[in-house]
């Protein structure tokens, strides 16, 4: 049962989202925010905001978040239907319906689950008995993943064909689409969506049916290796872990998670006897992963190349590790072996890539401090600012100067003056303050989202995407943009971690004037994009450069601010035009 759209938004725009949270919980006003007690987890000093012009709430301490359906709906456990249909009596609103009966999308659920069990057996038999599935059955024969394997983890074959799925399974056509098991093609023919590819089903924790992730075989002439179901109904990729239904067990009897990269990973890991590993479905970890993985175990160790997930991800680690209480490790493996290969070739190298785990802060310094020599007094600094750029990321001051020491041992300089750097570091984020309300963010390219969310009118004009370079707040800038900073618009568009990030700004507190904060970032951003220059000969560029290095100088000046952000923005737009 559908209620008509019209009448959601009349809803949505009626509805105070303060008073009705007023009705569950006290709230008090606190600059732009009301503030209160989290009704979602047990806490003593209020972490949870709403925000009546964004018409949102979020709490800091566990993270719930959503607008005012979601709220009636997590407090009064009913779903959304029931949600709005409260709501509206509440505001005397008549609710008009779109045509279908109660437990409609229950019923659906289940009919499209059965369907993609079907699925699962149908491709199963196929890599099992086929004489088309040979050389799938060689392959991963040679990759140990046959017989036993192939039965426990119900690996498939999908044959070299358009439509067998589609004609032989029995399902009707729209179930097909909806499953994204088929699709219709140019000719309006139902076309399978899957092709001459090993299948590996994706269960939900619980072991409903709900997706796949196929793979090539070698010397296919497809470019994708692998290719995952696309979202549906019953597949959110942010709220899925490959693995974790046979995991789980093993998971809480040893109070770890072991998260790789790919599916063979972790059929590796079982195989290796480490029957706890699981895998993001061609996504990056994101905090719903998190979320889950918390509920079983509080030691995640990552053994995927973390190199890889970069300073963006690190920090998202360090507030995952504080927020949602885990320890974040990162296993090593020799050079140019995945966890796949090694559970075959070397499985107690893999156990004990395992055992040798070490915190993900450990793991990123090391790197640092193996990449340089340290021959002169120039060299041993540049590696100490390196290290303890790669320190300060790190929120606990405690921590810091902890391995402040170690770089400070490892490079030879005097350990009170690494520390002294390491005291004043740390780069702010998202925690709950102890005393009083909630600390927020700093970060300029966070509350230059957040301005844009709350003052769209008086800081759109200075925004550029070029502007940013962390990618999350770049992602949740180019959704914002794209949906006129209309929130419900980006939040549709967003992916799982812009999508987070523009939950937290849409409730944050910011101290910030709109151009001063747009003329930092657009400095920062021209500051980067000079740096990158090495043997520039191209007159034009040195003297457009040298422009830009002038106006840098006028950002500076209130009297020349808005030209010289004008004149910059339109440097940067042609530059990043011209990398492209
Ligand atoms: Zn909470």
Same mark, same amino acid.
Not at 362 to 365: A, D, E, V
Not at 423 to 430: F, N, T
Not at 521 to 537: K, S, Y
């Given at each position: 049962m ?6 959601l938004e ?5 509805v105070?989202i ?15 925010? @009301? ?22 709430? !979020?709490?800091?301490?566990c993270?719930?978040?959503g607008?005012? %359906?979601? %709220? ?21 609103i008549?609710?008009?319906?779109? $045509? ?13 689950v059965?369907?993609?069990?079907r699925?699962f ?10 004489p088309?599935? !040979?050389?799938?059955r060689d392959?991963?024969?040679r ?8 039965r426990?983890?119900k690996l498939g @074959? ?7 799925l ?6 009707g ?9 088929a %699709? ?12 001459? !590819? ?9 072991g409903?049916?709900?997706?796949f ?13 692998y ?5 549906t109904?019953?597949?959110a ?8 239904? @046979? ?11 072991? *998260?790789?990269e ?11 006897g ?13 905090e ?17 190349d973390?190199?890889k ?6 920090e ?15 296993? !090593?493996?020799?050079?140019g072996?995945?966890?796949g290969?090694?559970?075959i ?10 055992d040798?785990?070490?915190?993900f802060l #450990? %793991?990123?310094?090391q790197?640092?401090l ?35 020491g ?8 005097? *350990? ?6 390491a005291?004043? #570091? ?5 925690r ?27 800081v759109?004009?200075?925004?550029i995407?070029?502007?940013f ?15 006129n #900073?209309?929130l ?11 999508r ?11 101290d910030?004037?709109p ?5 930092n ?17 191209d ?6 450069? $040298? ?27 042609r530059?990043s035009?011209?990398?492209?």
């Open positions: 559908a209620i008509v759209e019209e009448d009349r809803l949505r725009a009626t105070s303060a008073d009705i949270i007023q009705q569950y919980v006290a709230l008090k006003r606190v600059g732009r925010n @009301w503030i209160g007690l989290c009704p979602f987890h047990g806490e003593r000093t209020p972490s949870f905001n709403v925000r009546e012009e964004t018409g949102r709430y !979020r709490c800091f301490g993270g719930a978040s607008d005012v %359906f979601k %709220f009636v709906q997590e407090i009064d456990h009913v779903d959304f239907v029931t949600a709005v249909e409260q709501l509206a009596v509440k505001v005397g008549q609710l008009r319906y779109t $045509t279908g009966g109660e437990g409609r999308d229950r019923q659906r659920r289940k009919q499209l059965e369907a993609m069990g699925a057996d149908w491709y199963h038999e196929r890599l099992l008995s086929s088309d599935a !040979r050389e799938a392959y991963l024969r990759r140990g993943l046959a017989g036993d394997v192939a426990s983890f @074959w999908a044959p070299d064909d358009w439509d067998a589609s004609s032989e399974l029995g399902v056509a729209e179930v097909l689409r909806e499953t994204g098991l %699709f219709t093609n140019k000719a309006g023919r139902l076309q399978d969506s899957f092709r001459a !590819r090993v299948m590996f089903p994706i269960y939900t924790e619980n409903d049916a709900v997706a992730g196929g793979r090539i075989l070698p010397g296919s002439s497809d470019p994708a290796k290719k995952n179901s696309s979202e109904t019953i597949y990729k942010s709220k899925t872990l490959y693995g974790l239904n @046979w995991a789980k067990a093993d998971i809480v009897a040893t109070d770890q998670v072991i *998260v790789c790919g599916y063979t990973d972790v059929i590796g890991f079982h195989r290796a480490l029957r706890r590993a699981v895998a993001t479905c061609g996504t990056a970890l994101t719903e992963h998190v979320r889950m993985m918390k509920r079983f175990a509080s030691k995640v160790v990552l053994a995927f973390a190199d997930a970069g300073q963006g991800a690190a998202r680690f360090y507030e995952w590790e504080e927020k949602h209480k885990v320890q974040v490790s990162v296993a !090593r493996f020799p050079t072996k995945d966890p290969d090694l559970s070739s070397d499985p107690d190298a893999l156990r004990a890539a395992v040798d785990a070490v915190p #450990g %793991f990123r310094l790197r640092v193996d990449s340089g020599t340290l021959r002169s007094p120039e060299e041993k600094a540049r590696m100490a600012q390196q290290a303890m750029s790669v320190v300060n990321e790190h929120p606990s001051v405690d921590v810091r100067k902890l391995y402040a170690q770089v400070a041992t490892k490079v030879g300089l005097p *350990v009170n003056d690494l520390v002294a750097v005291a004043k #570091g740390g780069r702010a984020y998202v709950v303050a102890p005393t009083r309300q909630v600390g927020l963010s700093e970060n300029a390219e966070f509350v230059a989202v957040a301005m844009l969310l709350q003052q769209w009118n008086d759109a004009a200075w925004l995407e070029a502007l370079a962390d990618d999350v707040a770049r992602r949740a800038f180019v959704a914002l943009a794209a949906g #900073g209309v419900n618009t980006a939040l549709d568009t967003a992916d799982p971690e812009a987070e990030m523009l939950e937290r700004a849409a409730v944050a507190d910011f910030a004037e151009l001063a904060e747009a003329c970032l657009i400095a920062a951003a021209v500051r980067r994009e000079l740096g990158r220059r090495v043997h520039v000969t007159p034009d560029v040195i003297r457009a450069d $040298t422009e830009a290095r002038r106006s840098l100088e006028l950002l500076e000046s209130p009297d020349t601010a808005q030209e010289a952000a004008s004149v910059l923005l339109g440097w940067l737009e530059r035009e011209e990398r492209e």
